[in-house]
C-alpha cells in the first residue's frame, strides 16, 4: 500500500513536470519608466523636462535649507511659517524710535510677538544683571496690565482690537524702558534723584508712542488723552519695577 502511494504522487509530479514544459509565457514590452527615461534622453533630468516640461527642482538637504528658501519649489521660509516678520519687526522698532513720524497702518495688522518678548527678554536679563531677578513681576504686569487696557480699548471704541494686536503694540513700545533698565548696569537708580528723574523720559515715550499708535488704529483721535491715561499707568509699573 505505501508503494502505490508513493508510485501515485511520483506519477503526479512527473505528469505536472510535463504540462509545466509546455507552457508558453506572455512577453511585454513594459519597461520601467524611470529606468528606460533616463536611456532614452540621456539623464534623469533630461527625461523630468521631456514630461513635465519644465527642469527637475534642486533640493537642497541641510539644516540652513529649513531657515530659508533653499528646500522645496514654492515653499515659505520657515519664519514666514511661524509669523516672524523680521521687516515688520523693524518697521514698528523705528516706529517706536521715532514716534512723530506718520505710522503705516498697515504692520500693525498682524499680532506680531516676536518683538515684544525679545525686549521683554532683554529688559529681564538687564534687571537680573543689576541684582534684580524681576521675571515674575515682568510677566504678571504685562499680562494683567495688556488684559486691563484691551478691555478699556473695546469699551472706548466700535471697531475694537484684538489682545494680541494690543499686546503687540504694548510690547513693541516698552523699548523706551529697555534702554532704561540698560542705564541702571552702570548707574544705581535708586540711589540717585537724577535716576528717578530719568524714568520720566521713558514713560512719557512709551506713552505717547503707544498712544498714537491705538489712536491711529482704531481711530480714536479725539479721545487720546483718554487712551494714553491707563497707558501711562502700565508703563509707570515698569519703570517703577526697573528703578526700584
Same mark, same amino acid.
Given at each position: !500500500? ?5 508510485? =501515485? ?6 505528469n505536472?513536470?510535463?504540462? #509545466? =514544459? &509546455? @507552457? ?7 519597461? =520601467?519608466? /524611470?529606468? /528606460?527615461?533616463?536611456?532614452?534622453? +540621456?539623464?534623469?533630468? $533630461?527625461?523630468?523636462a /521631456? ?23 514654492? $515653499?515659505?521660509?520657515?519664519?514666514? $511659517? @511661524?509669523?516672524?516678520?523680521?521687516q515688520?519687526? *523693524?518697521?514698528?522698532?523705528? #516706529?517706536? @524710535?521715532?514716534?512723530? *513720524?506718520?505710522?503705516?497702518? $498697515? ?16 529688559? &529681564?536679563?538687564? @534687571?537680573?544683571?543689576s541684582? *534684580? /531677578? ?23 471704541s466700535?471697531?475694537?482690537?484684538? %489682545? ?6 504694548l +510690547? ?17 537708580? *535708586? ?21 498714537? !499708535? ?16 491707563? %497707558? ?10 526697573? %528703578?526700584?
Amino acid at each position: !500500500m505505501a508503494h502505490s502511494v508513493l508510485f =501515485d504522487q511520483n506519477q503526479f509530479y512527473n505528469n505536472a513536470g510535463n504540462q #509545466a =514544459d &509546455g @507552457l508558453e509565457f506572455y512577453q511585454t514590452q513594459y519597461t =520601467d519608466p /524611470s529606468s /528606460s527615461g533616463v536611456g532614452a534622453h +540621456g539623464s534623469a533630468d $533630461e527625461f523630468y523636462a /521631456s514630461s513635465y516640461g519644465t527642469a527637475m527642482p534642486i533640493v537642497e538637504r541641510s539644516w540652513l535649507a529649513a531657515f530659508g528658501t533653499g528646500g522645496f519649489p514654492n $515653499e515659505p521660509p520657515l519664519m514666514e $511659517e @511661524l509669523g516672524i516678520n523680521f521687516q515688520h519687526i *523693524k518697521s514698528k522698532t523705528l #516706529a517706536v @524710535l521715532n514716534p512723530f *513720524k506718520p505710522i503705516d497702518t $498697515e504692520i500693525y495688522d498682524d499680532s506680531d510677538m516676536a518683538g515684544p518678548l525679545l525686549f521683554i527678554l532683554v529688559l &529681564g536679563t538687564f @534687571l537680573l544683571l543689576s541684582g *534684580k /531677578s524681576q521675571f515674575g513681576y515682568i510677566y504678571g504686569v504685562g499680562l494683567m496690565g495688556t488684559l486691563g487696557i484691551w478691555t478699556i480699548l473695546n469699551l472706548m471704541s466700535q471697531g475694537g482690537i484684538a %489682545v494680541m494686536r494690543t499686546a503687540s503694540i504694548l +510690547g513693541y513700545c516698552l523699548l523706551p524702558i529697555v534702554f532704561l533698565g540698560s542705564i541702571g548696569l552702570t548707574v544705581d537708580l *535708586k540711589s540717585t534723584q537724577i535716576g528717578v528723574l530719568a524714568a520720566v523720559v521713558p514713560i512719557a515715550w512709551c506713552t505717547y508712542s503707544s498712544a498714537t !499708535m491705538f489712536v491711529t488704529v482704531l481711530s480714536m483721535s479725539e479721545q487720546r488723552l483718554l487712551v494714553a491715561y491707563p %497707558v501711562c499707568l502700565f508703563y509707570t509699573s515698569f519703570a517703577l519695577l526697573t %528703578v526700584f
